[in-house]
């Protein structure tokens, strides 16, 4: 991964991330560094992991160390979380710093619920966000009718029997 890919920026703070077994991986030391007013972010970082302990929270399988490189150039072991436990971190943070992410984390957490009762509005949602992103509507159009198809396809072909990913590749080639 190269380096332009491997920072992000949030309030003029860096944040080192990896790319690893498919996921981004964040430093959970630069996250906590920028949502706290913490002058020594590692001593932060030690005493939330304390408290997760407590509170029956494991942690020990869900951080991986990952090498980034730090200030001096050299890579070094560091503590890292793929998105989802980036979020349970920052809910457990107190610091105004983190309450948009918990509002915006609470609000996503609520359409989901809603989208379990009501299926159609995840289709809903989807339009929404191919607008936002700026695409025409002829364009959502034919996506969306594009994942019907693919659904009706892949659904038929579990009704007669094709059952893993590579055959479901084979069939969808062999097809075309």
């Given at each position: ?19 690893h077994d498919?996921?981004?991986?964040f430093?959970v030391?630069?996250v ?25 929270f494991?942690l020990y399988?869900k951080i991986v160390?990952?090498k980034?490189p730090?200030?001096d150039?050299?890579?070094y072991e560091?503590?890292c979380a793929n998105?989802e436990?980036?979020?349970r ?16 984390l ?6 989901r619920?809603?989208?379990?009762e009501?299926?159609?509005l ?8 191919y ?13 969306v009718?594009?994942?019907a ?6 659904g038929e072909?579990?009704k007669?029997?094709?059952k893993?990913d ?11």
């Open positions: 991964m190269d380096a332009e890919n491997s920072l992000v920026v949030f309030q003029g703070k860096s944040v080192r991330r990896l790319w498919s996921h981004w991986y430093s030391v630069d906590v560094g920028v949502l706290t007013d913490s002058s020594v972010p590692r001593r932060y970082w030690s005493d939330l992991k304390t408290k997760f302990k407590e509170e029956g494991e399988d160390q990952l980034l730090s200030a150039g050299k890579n560091t503590d998105t436990v980036m979020f971190i920052i809910q457990s943070i107190p610091s105004p710093k983190a309450e948009p992410f918990k509002r915006w609470a609000k996503v957490g609520y359409e619920v809603q989208e379990i009501n299926p159609e995840t289709m809903e949602r989807m339009r929404e966000i607008h936002a992103k700026g695409y025409s509507e002829d364009w959502i159009e034919k996506r009718r594009g994942i198809v693919r659904d009706e396809l892949t072909w579990g007669r029997g094709v893993q590579k055959e479901f590749l084979v069939h969808y080639h062999q097809s075309n």
